[in-house]
């Protein structure tokens, strides 16, 4: 029963390089999120995905792109890294949004 | 936009005592959803608790309980006898689908439980 799978767990980039971080469920589950967890600023909404093909923003969404091509997987690519962008990052999924989300165990970035 | 507010930053308790956590937040919708998350040092993410907006019956999960007050905007969590183990980040949380379909955070509340 694995929930919510995300790689990698740690990564170093430099900047200007680009990577694209894994998320994948396998609950069926047609609702995906991605979010940023910063010190002292609590977890923020990067994009959604409400189903295979559809994505939208969220609140932070710049620097970041996402597909979804099939219902388990929901990949977040940074095109050109940062520093800004070191954070933590938390892929989640719920079957509908107001029964609360599964979060994966995340993945803590930094870019030097 | 839908805000989250957490006013303490970190509270303390002793063990077996009970402690509220407070959040309010800021909505113009009707249909709405809250949730309180705990993220404990490993950084998992752990749902605690959920509420929907149009029952009036607050939820209770074991120890945990909150106390919803729609007209107040106000989702407070209560937590019973308290132990070790739920030392932690709290994070209450938001959902409308109205908008952007995924939670509004607040920005947390540290749990100390002293022994």
């Known amino acids: 029963n694995a929930g919510v799978t995300q790689t990698p767990k740690f990564q170093v980039l430099k900047t200007g390089q680009s990577m694209t971080l894994q998320c994948a469920q396998d609950?069926?589950?047609?609702?995906m999120s991605w979010y940023r967890q910063d010190p002292g600023m609590g977890l923020r909404l990067i994009h959604y995905?409400?189903?295979?093909?559809?994505?939208d923003q969220g609140e932070v969404p710049n620097g970041y792109n996402v597909s979804r091509s099939t219902t388990e997987d929901f990949p977040l690519r940074l095109l050109s890294a940062a520093p800004s962008q070191t954070s933590v990052y938390f892929c989640?999924?719920?079957?509908?949004?107001?029964?609360?989300?599964?979060f994966g165990s995340g993945t803590r970035l930094t870019v030097v | 936009a839908q805000t989250v507010t957490q006013s303490q930053p970190e509270m303390s308790v002793q063990e077996a005592e009970t402690v509220t956590l407070s959040c309010t937040y800021d909505?113009?919708?009707?249909?709405?959803?809250l949730f309180w998350y705990k993220q404990p040092p490993s950084r998992q993410m752990i749902l605690v608790i959920r509420?929907?907006?149009?029952?009036?019956q607050n939820a209770t999960e074991n120890r945990f309980s909150v106390n919803f007050q729609k007209a107040a905007k106000s989702f407070s969590l209560k937590i019973s006898d308290s132990q070790l183990g739920d030392a932690a980040m709290y994070f209450c949380?938001?959902?409308?689908?109205?908008?952007?379909?995924?939670?509004?955070f607040g920005k947390g509340t540290h749990l100390i439980i002293q022994p």
């Open positions: 989640a999924s719920s079957r509908q949004g107001g029964y609360g989300y599964t």
């Open positions: 609950m069926n589950h047609e609702y």
């Open positions: 995905s409400v189903g295979a093909g559809i994505t």
């Open positions: 909505t113009s919708e009707s249909d709405y959803y």
């Open positions: 509420q929907e907006a149009y029952k009036q």
């Open positions: 949380a938001y959902y409308s689908g109205g908008g952007a379909d995924g939670l509004t």
